[in-house]
């Protein structure tokens, strides 16, 4: 029936096994709950431990980090069951129904994407651009998803059929953090797999702080460049990638690059402030990603 399988990196999954595992026994079901901490070495993996302990349930530290993608290509070879449940080890599971929900909306789909929420406070003023971003513009309802079902689609808290995740998988060439979810789904696109986005959200628990979150949007603009220019993606499967095409037609990335290199530091000023505005945010964004190419 169902293998969920959650990807680790330095953090404590045991609470979370011990909710899936009690809303799977609830159900009734086949499944099995297999655990990959990629070569972390943390302590608390001696937490992790404890989820040997749990029937159907499994946990390993690898020796080598793998990177993100192959971990997730890693423990869909491992899976035995059908349907793949994809989410990340720091998930917090805030319905007792989410399971449940799952397995009621499986049939003629082979994806089915429950979405994700932010918490209703940020944590902390230095998690405040991640927060901010997660609230306000990538947590949406099931039913605006529905309106672009491929390019709303994301790889955590995802069930996906075993046959069909086989076609596409994780593009374990590309080493740079970001925008797998993107191929992915440009992929699912390609092959006209059925996508269903429903009401079935978790909490996003570990968000980054401003700066670990800056760096990664840089490394994930450099992966989008490259699937652009690779010709992986298809221009207008991207919004960001339709006005940087549109900007390369009327060579106008140069100057945009020159003027965010005089413009970068008063940007991150105002993004690692108290209050990050999301606008100076995609202006960044679209500076950075002029400049990619156009650096000494």
């Not at 901490?37 to 530290?61: G, Q």
């Not at 082979?110 to 927060?131: A, F, I, M, T």
């Not at 995802?158 to 440009?186: A, E, M, P, W």
């Amino acid at each position: 029936m169902l293998s969920i399988l959650v990807p680790i990196y330095n953090y404590n999954v045991y609470p979370l096994v011990l909710e899936l595992h009690k809303q799977c026994m609830d159900c009734g079901i086949h499944f099995e709950i297999l655990c990959q901490d990629d070569a972390s070495e943390s302590s608390l993996n001696a937490s992790n431990e404890n989820v040997n302990a749990v029937s159907n349930c499994s946990f390993v530290s690898l020796k080598a980090n793998l990177a993100h993608r192959e971990n997730r290509n890693s423990l869909a070879e491992q899976a035995k069951f059908d349907y793949l449940l994809f989410i990340d080890g720091d998930s917090i599971i805030i319905h007792d129904n989410f399971i449940k929900k799952y397995i009621d909306n499986l049939q003629d789909f082979d994806v089915v994407y429950g979405g994700r929420l932010h918490p209703e406070k940020c944590p902390s003023d230095n998690q405040k651009l991640r927060w901010k971003y997660g609230r306000f513009i990538e947590d949406k309802s099931a039913a605006n998803r529905k309106k672009k079902p491929y390019q709303s689609l994301l790889f955590n808290n995802t069930v996906i059929k075993k046959g069909c995740f086989n076609k596409v998988k994780f593009d374990t060439n590309r080493k740079k953090y970001g925008h797998d979810d993107t191929q992915l789904s440009y992929e699912l696109s390609l092959l006209k797999s059925n996508v269903n986005h429903i009401e079935n959200t978790f909490e996003h628990g570990d968000i980054d702080t401003t700066l670990v979150y800056l760096n990664k949007t840089k490394e994930s603009l450099e992966n989008l460049i490259s699937l652009y220019e690779e010709e992986k993606i298809d221009v207008e499967f991207v919004r960001l990638i339709q006005l940087y095409h549109f900007l390369k037609r009327i060579k106008s990335t140069f100057i945009i690059s020159k003027i965010h290199s005089v413009f970068e530091k008063y940007l991150v000023q105002n993004l690692t402030g108290k209050n990050p505005n999301l606008f100076f945010f995609n202006w960044f964004r679209v500076g950075y990603l002029c400049s990619i190419n156009h650096k000494n």
